[in-house]
């Protein structure tokens, strides 16, 4: 076990700094976030000003050192100093449970979280979130990420299957139509034709991230981005 220094068993999210390999950040469930700068040989807790000790999902931020975002119990927290401090993002998230955290993968002031009130956007780095999640037939999220290569593209994981959003012309462009920016559309709802399969988890590989593996409640599955309609 590499949980020297670390009290609780419960990681929910652990993710590896992208500046320092060295460094590993774990959202615990019950105790806060710790930090590893040893590669995990030991760990120490980071939740000065940090008023969530359940915490569910961590965004380290690309090419930052010490920048991270973490969502769980008391809404969105950031901090920029390697966790030595925190700050909300919470804006008039209301201080909601955030399961889960993605920001867009171009503009850091763009994130989603998906909270057990359905998923709420912001494009202000959390002073306002707004609720996007019209069409979505289950808020009970498993997942929430945006598309490395497509920018066009939201995918989040819910108990009916994996959904997936697209943003990029209609808000970021001409077409201003809120009826339209909340439609979601089924991406590919499990596997060998089942529908209902709890989508957990996502990554892509390959030239132009082409390759698709999902986890779902049932098996792992590989898909194409063609074969599986991203």
Same mark, same amino acid.
């Given at each position: 076990?590499?949980?020297?220094?670390?009290?609780?068993?419960?990681?929910?999210?652990?993710?590896?700094?992208?500046?320092?390999?060295?460094?590993? $950040?774990?959202?615990?469930?019950?105790?806060?976030?710790?930090?590893?700068? &040893?590669?995990?040989?030991?760990?120490?807790?980071?939740?000065?000003?940090?008023?969530?000790?359940?915490?569910?999902?961590?965004?380290?931020?690309?090419?930052?050192?010490?920048?991270?975002?973490?969502?769980?119990?008391?809404?969105?927290? !950031?901090?920029?100093?390697?966790?030595?401090?925190?700050?909300?993002?919470?804006?008039?998230?209301?201080?909601?449970?955030?399961?889960?955290?993605?920001?867009?993968?171009?503009?850091?002031? $763009?994130?989603?979280?998906?909270?057990?009130?359905?998923?709420?956007?912001?494009?202000?780095?959390?002073?306002?979130?707004?609720?996007?999640?019209?069409?979505?037939?289950?808020?009970?999220?498993?997942?929430? !990420?945006?598309?490395?290569?497509?920018?066009?593209?939201?995918?989040?994981?819910?108990?009916?299957?994996?959904?997936?959003?697209?943003?990029?012309?209609?808000?970021?462009?001409?077409?201003?139509?809120?009826?339209?920016?909340?439609?979601?559309?089924?991406?590919?709802?499990?596997?060998?034709?089942?529908? &209902?399969?709890? !989508?957990?988890?996502?990554?892509?590989?390959?030239?132009?991230?082409?390759?698709?593996?999902?986890?779902?409640?049932?098996?792992?599955?590989?898909?194409?981005?063609? &074969?599986?309609?991203?």
């Amino acid at each position: 076990a590499a949980n020297n220094g670390m009290p609780v068993r419960n990681v929910y999210d652990l993710k590896f700094s992208p500046i320092d390999h060295e460094t590993v $950040i774990a959202a615990t469930y019950g105790a806060g976030v710790f930090i590893s700068t &040893d590669a995990a040989g030991s760990w120490d807790a980071t939740n000065s000003g940090l008023h969530a000790a359940w915490t569910e999902s961590l965004v380290p931020e690309p090419g930052v050192a010490g920048s991270v975002r973490v969502g769980g119990w008391n809404g969105v927290w !950031a901090t920029t100093d390697g966790g030595l401090s925190w700050g909300s993002l919470n804006g008039d998230l209301a201080n909601m449970s955030v399961d889960k955290l993605a920001r867009d993968q171009t503009d850091e002031d $763009i994130m989603y979280a998906g909270t057990s009130y359905g998923l709420f956007k912001t494009t202000d780095g959390g002073s306002t979130w707004v609720r996007r999640d019209d069409g979505l037939t289950s808020v009970n999220f498993e997942m929430v !990420a945006t598309d490395p290569v497509a920018e066009d593209r939201v995918y989040v994981g819910v108990w009916n299957g994996l959904h997936r959003h697209s943003y990029w012309d209609i808000e970021r462009g001409s077409v201003n139509n809120s009826t339209i920016l909340l439609d979601w559309l089924r991406a590919w709802s499990g596997s060998r034709g089942r529908g &209902d399969n709890l !989508a957990r988890d996502w990554f892509c590989s390959g030239t132009g991230c082409g390759v698709f593996c999902f986890a779902s409640s049932l098996w792992p599955i590989k898909k194409t981005r063609t &074969d599986a309609g991203f």
